[in-house]
């Protein structure tokens, strides 16, 4: 089978592999598509130490189920069905005590992360059975591919418990920023803005029917203010810097909550008294549970188009290097670039 192997930092190659068996309790699924994460391509140049060379990565995908281990019921996860996978893989001893809270489970492994771990940037995947989530037929299967950013976008959206008449406010407007729109949007919520300085980012996220703000044009918390008749109640900072923090606060009204799912950087320098004094709440987001999975799974199937306005571009196997050279070099476009396996590629 094709595999994108990472050879050297900055150089994919597509190469010659063998193709995996699946083990008792494992299915192989036949890769239709892949997300490029923001993870993958920052591990791509080494720089966020993530990846290796070596390594084949990818954690954002659909596909077909092509094979089944021993012990795997064909009732529940038939040969051909569409099908995605829930990246994070718990121990087996850890399933029941960590229910629930997955992601939270130590010794846990994330498909893609993990570097003696075969990913998804393949024809094929083996994965864990009480991993694989079947996805609507009706859907297009590429589209399962943005499962896994929104499941990161259902987590973080969800700490915040808002009501749906409450007004949010998200700071950055890439792909997770994108997805915190939709995640927001399931909740009920409709008087949302988001913050991104980038004009055609901003332009996707306004089709998507919520304000984009730019934070070039002033003061955040003015521009909020404004477009949503109030500060807001909660924002999601998608960025993770000290300014977007500093905005987020700003933004939102005493005694209300930021959660920082965004990575942008391991320190940050935050204005103290906007969470003491003005009782401002700061929520920790990162990946997601099983359930924030089979959520976001089921939502999509109902919601093709919204989610198919987050896809800017499909790529062959062939287009993977430029296409992971071009966002490393924050040349990408507004939104996902998807690696197709499928054989009949899709032009880029
Ligand atoms: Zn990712």
Not at 90 to 110: F, N, S, T, W
Not at 147 to 168: C, F, M, S, W
Not at 252 to 279: N, W
Request: net charge negative.
């Amino acid at each position: 089978m094709r595999a994108l192997v990472l050879t050297d930092f900055h150089q994919l190659d597509l190469v010659e592999v063998e193709r995996p068996d699946p083990g008792p309790g494992e299915v192989l699924l036949r890769i239709s598509a892949t997300g490029i994460c923001g993870s993958d391509f920052h591990g791509f140049t080494g720089e966020n130490g993530r990846r290796v060379p070596g390594q084949i990565m990818g954690h954002e995908s659909s596909g077909t189920i092509a094979g089944l281990g021993e012990g795997v019921d064909p009732a529940t996860l038939p040969l051909g069905a569409p099908a995605t996978f829930n990246p994070v893989v718990v121990p087996d001893a850890l399933v029941e005590e960590y229910r629930g809270r997955e992601h939270h489970a130590p010794g846990k492994q994330v498909i893609g992360v993990a570097q003696h771990l075969q990913a998804s940037f393949a024809d094929y995947v083996v994965v864990p059975a009480r991993n694989v989530l079947l996805l609507d037929p009706a859907m297009p299967l590429h589209l399962g591919a943005l499962i896994e950013p929104l499941a990161v976008a259902v987590h973080a959206a969800g700490l915040a418990h808002p009501l749906p008449e409450e007004r949010a406010l998200v700071v950055g407007g890439g792909p997770i920023g994108q997805s915190l729109v939709l995640a927001l949007q399931r909740l009920g919520l409709s008087e949302i803005a988001l913050s991104e300085p980038d004009p055609q980012r901003r332009e996707l996220v306004a089709a998507l029917g919520v304000t984009v703000l730019d934070p070039s044009e002033g003061p955040l918390a003015e521009q909020v203010l404004e477009a949503l008749g109030g500060p807001a109640d909660l924002a999601i900072d998608a960025v993770g810097l000290s300014p977007t923090m500093a905005d987020a606060l700003a933004a939102t009204r005493l005694g209300g909550r930021v959660v920082l799912v965004g990575m942008g950087s391991p320190r940050l320098e935050l204005p103290a008294f906007a969470i003491s004094t003005e009782e401002r709440t700061v929520i920790g987001s990162f990946t997601y549970s099983a359930q924030d999975f089979a959520d976001a799974t089921a939502w999509i199937g109902g919601h093709v188009e919204q989610a198919a306005t987050l896809v800017s571009r499909v790529v062959g196997p062939a287009g993977a290097q430029e296409a992971f050279t071009a966002l490393a070099t924050g040349r990408g476009p507004a939104g996902k670039i998807l690696v197709s396996f499928d054989e009949e590629e899709v032009p880029a």
